[in-house]
């Protein structure tokens, strides 16, 4: 019974679960991607420390600055998603007359930026000080030392937890079905709505979910091992020809 | 004229004093060692000169300027080279690019003309084989090799080396040390504080013993080796020979 009424549900709508899935992913890649790079500037903001070259007036300037994004991190980790996107999409529809999907997209990518932030900041802050003495000890200034130095380290250091989110965000789009998303909850709730088949209709949900992000973690596992490939680390002692050797055919043909 | 000359600075780290008013200078072309006990302030003194510390009180004159009235800190510091205990290596590149990004991106050279400077100096240091070779897979002592080619790569006028073999296992030493040699040979002025005693009697025109915070003494290695003015001196070198 169970089986033949959940083979029922997928032949008559397994076209809306797809629209589904790809709405769902639509918003949870778009979203941990904007994020991402409004993790790295404000996580980066916050993160830089300016010395005794600084004007005064940058050092109100970064103070100020650095209040209003605590302010932006404090409020979105504080308050629950649904109530960020029914509030963000009514506040702004007057304004700007969104659709509902821009307006989840808007509210998860702020949302996840408020987390990446954080992230990426104890990403800068587990990159060796020496790192970044030896760049200004070259002449570099502050903000090629973050970009050339310490964010390319930080992000390597922060990817598990930036992969994190982005199954966090395939998982917690479904809440963006307050504001009427045709995302993968929504779907699964119209489909328990005319069927009466609440059961099935909602493991079948789970099962997609659970499928989605198991993929994604196999695709993040594979990019951080790709990441870690270009290090081969050997004994710092290790200098005899045949580790040399291994050295140089791991890392690709060095010189001769 | 002293290429750096410095007066009475002071520098306390909370309510340490490390520094209680040093008086140093260095003439162009001079290598000269510090030496002291760990704590004893040789390594804050060395990195006052490229303001990676800033002393609270007293002047640094180096090129003739007074650094720590100069706001184009970053330009100064290219003209100053820094050698690290630790290497600080940047290890999201490789060798080749640890010696070409800092020039591309502070002289604001050519990629071709930093390369071709990058990989002179690389075979300067011995390490041309590996300039495609991540840098988590060398030795310490060719870490230290990569971290002086770098720093050379800036066309530094003086260069800062801050215990650059403390890091190493014994049998690595001697590759750094040499290629120090070699740039003190070619008259570059240096500055390093080391443990090494043997190599800073050898390579130095000048040794200054540094004790809690003040220059006890400063002179020609013969005079600090063989017969030191200062019993503190004295006292130093007998537990190390």
């Known amino acids: 019974m169970f089986i033949s009424n959940i083979l029922k549900i997928f032949r008559t709508y397994g076209t809306s679960l797809l629209l589904g899935v790809r709405t769902t992913l639509l918003v949870a890649i778009t979203g941990t991607l904007a994020g991402l790079v409004i993790g790295l500037i404000v996580g980066g903001i916050r993160a830089i420390r300016l010395d005794f070259t600084a004007s005064n007036a940058s050092r109100i300037t970064k103070k100020i600055v650095d209040g209003i994004l605590n302010v932006y991190i404090g409020i979105f980790r504080g308050t629950p998603m649904m109530v960020q996107a029914l509030f963000i999409y009514y506040l702004l529809l007057d304004l700007i007359h969104w659709t509902y999907l821009q307006a989840a997209i808007v509210v998860i990518s702020i949302n996840t930026g408020a987390y990446m932030a954080e992230i990426i900041r104890s990403g800068i802050q587990s990159v060796d000080e020496g790192q970044r003495e030896a760049a200004r000890a070259l002449g570099m200034s502050n903000s090629q030392t973050m970009m050339e130095v310490i964010l390319p380290q930080a992000i390597k250091n922060a990817f598990p937890a930036v992969g994190n989110e982005f199954i966090v965000n395939i998982k917690d789009s479904s809440v963006l079905m307050i504001i009427s998303i045709t995302e993968l909850m929504f779907q699964a709730k119209s489909i328990a709505g005319s069927t009466f088949l609440f059961t099935e209709t909602y493991f079948i949900e789970a099962v997609i979910y659970f499928i989605l992000t198991t993929i994604a973690s196999i695709v993040l596992n594979a990019i951080e091992r790709h990441m870690d490939n270009g290090n081969v680390s050997l004994p710092m002692s290790d200098t005899n020809p045949a580790s040399m050797n291994l050295a140089y055919h791991q890392t690709g043909k060095a010189g001769k | ?179 120090m040699r070699e740039l003190a040979a070619e008259g570059l002025t240096m500055i390093i504080v080391t443990h090494e005693m043997r190599f800073a009697r050898e390579v130095s025109d000048r040794i200054v013993f540094v004790d809690d915070g003040i220059i006890v003494e400063d002179d020609k290695p013969e005079v600090i080796f063989t017969r030191p003015k200062s019993p503190r001196t004295a006292e130093f070198l007998r537990a190390f020979m």
């Open chain 2, 1 to 179: 004229m002293a290429l750096v000359e410095i007066r009475n600075i002071h520098k306390n780290f909370g309510t340490l004093e490390v520094l209680k008013g040093i008086d140093f200078s260095v003439d162009e072309g001079e290598v000269v060692c510090l030496i002291g006990r760990s704590g004893s302030g040789k390594s804050t003194m060395l990195r006052c000169i490229n303001l990676l510390e800033i002393p609270d009180s007293g002047e640094i004159r180096v090129f003739g300027e007074n650094i720590l009235e100069n706001r184009d800190v970053n330009s100064y510091r290219a003209k100053v080279g820094m050698c690290f205990q630790q290497f600080n290596l940047f290890t999201n590149m490789n060798v080749l690019e640890n010696c070409v990004r800092p020039q591309i991106k502070v002289l604001k050279r050519t990629r071709k003309e930093a390369e071709k400077k990058a990989l002179q100096l690389l075979a300067k240091v011995g390490m041309l084989d590996f300039s495609r070779a991540s840098v988590n897979t060398l030795s310490g002592g060719q870490k230290q090799r990569v971290a002086i080619a770098r720093a050379l790569c800036m066309d530094p006028k003086l260069m800062l080396f801050d215990e650059p073999t403390s890091a190493l296992d014994p049998e690595m030493v001697q590759e750094v040390l040499n290629v």
